[in-house]
Every structure is written in structure tokens, then in C-alpha cells.
């Protein structure tokens, strides 16, 4: 893979996707069994190109900060926290357009090129996983414990994976540089997110707009 065909991967992926995609892998059922829980946990953050839109930026963001393992885990634990919020019948504003926020509040924050500091950075992924978890509470409401324990495991680790292992390889396939600014591929990868992010919360105004009029 060259140092650009992902960031064409990431533009194709995202610009033809909807948070429509959004959904478990169980046809819109709710997961019954462990192994539907999990298979549910594992296959939502990768089916929703939003959400893997984040995750990956997330991991690129780690590495070029310096905390590949360590600042990832504040996005996973926040989703986890937004999941049990959305579990409790919590409500939280405009949820999927703030999911495309994110993407385009990291996407900016990777393309700028400005090395920030670490709990900065951590702190965005934070305040974007509580959306992000809540999200993926929809395909988990209403299941009993032990699916609801194998959904958690599964998403949990699946981003975890994505973030650790996809964002270190992608800015080592992109060629990694000393300086985070120099790194250009990886402000380009950036950039694709942050107009991915742009696109979706186009089309949710336009879609506030049909509803307005």
C-alpha cells in the first residue's frame, strides 16, 4: 500500500457512507446470546465508517502524540460510559451529529499538525467517546446481561484493536516522521476525515432543514 491509497480508502469509505450504517450486525435484532452479543460488539464499530472513521483517527492522533497505548483507552472507556448512559435512559443532545462533529474535530486537530498535549488530545477523545458510546447503545438496548456483557467486550477491544494496531501501521505505511507537522501524509489522512465529518453534518442540517420546512 502507498502512503496515499489510504487516505483514498478512508475518502471512498466515508463520503459514500451514512450513519445509517450504523447498526449491528444482527439485522436490526437484538443480540440473545453471547455469541450474538459479541459478534454484535465486534462487527458495529467497523460497519458504522463514522465510527471507524474516528477510531482510526484516534490511533493516528496516539501515535503522533507519543501515547499509543495509554490515550486510546479514554475513547474506549468513555464509550463504554456512553453506552451504560444510554442503557439508563439518559439522553444526550443530538447525538449522531455530534458523532460527526467529531470526526470533524479530530480531523482538524491531525491536519493542523500541532502537537498537542497528551491529556488534551485524551480529553477530545473522551468528550467524543460519550457520543460515540451512546450510539452504539441503540443496538444493545433493551438485552439481557450476558449478550449485554459480550457487546461490551466485543466493541471495547475491537476499538481498541483498530486504534493500537491500524493507526500505528497507517502512519508507518505513510512514512513517520520526527515532527507530527512534517508528517503530511498522515495531515492529509486528517484532512479526509475532518471533510467526512463535514459531509455528515451537511447532511444532518439539510435533513433539520426538510423537517423544519
Known amino acids: 500500500m502507498n502512503k496515499f491509497s489510504f487516505t483514498s480508502v478512508v475518502a471512498l469509505a466515508t463520503v459514500f457512507s451514512t450513519s445509517a450504517l450504523a447498526h ?12 450474538q452479543g459479541l459478534l454484535s460488539g465486534i462487527g458495529h ?20 502524540i507519543g501515547s ?33 462533529l467529531s470526526l470533524v474535530v479530530l480531523g482538524v486537530v ?4 500541532r502537537k498537542l498535549p497528551i491529556a488534551a488530545v485524551a480529553g477530545i477523545f473522551a468528550v467524543a467517546g460519550l457520543f460515540h458510546g451512546f450510539a452504539y447503545g441503540e443496538a444493545i438496548f433493551g438485552a ?6 459480550a457487546y461490551l467486550l466485543g466493541f471495547g477491544a475491537t476499538q481498541y484493536a483498530i486504534a493500537v494496531i491500524a493507526g500505528s501501521a497507517i502512519v508507518v ?15 492529509v489522512a486528517g484532512g479526509v476525515v475532518a471533510g467526512a ?3 455528515l453534518v451537511s447532511e444532518h442540517a439539510l435533513a433539520a432543514l426538510n423537517l423544519a420546512g
Open 173 to 187: 505505511m505513510m512514512g513517520k516522521a520526527q515532527e507530527w507537522s512534517a508528517n503530511i501524509p498522515a495531515r
Open 144 to 149: 439481557e446481561a450476558t449478550p449485554l456483557f
Open 24 to 35: 449491528h450486525p444482527m439485522g436490526g435484532e437484538t443480540p440473545a446470546t453471547f455469541s
Open 68 to 100: 499509543r497505548f495509554l490515550s486510546p483507552l479514554a475513547f474506549i472507556a468513555a464509550t463504554l460510559a456512553g453506552t451504560a448512559l444510554h442503557l439508563a435512559s439518559v439522553s444526550l443532545p443530538a447525538v449522531e451529529l455530534m458523532v460527526a
Open 45 to 64: 464499530p467497523i460497519i458504522g465508517f463514522d465510527h471507524l472513521a474516528f477510531i482510526v483517527a484516534v490511533g493516528i492522533a496516539a501515535v503522533l
Open 110 to 113: 491531525v491536519f493542523m499538525g
Open 197 to 199: 465529518g463535514a459531509l
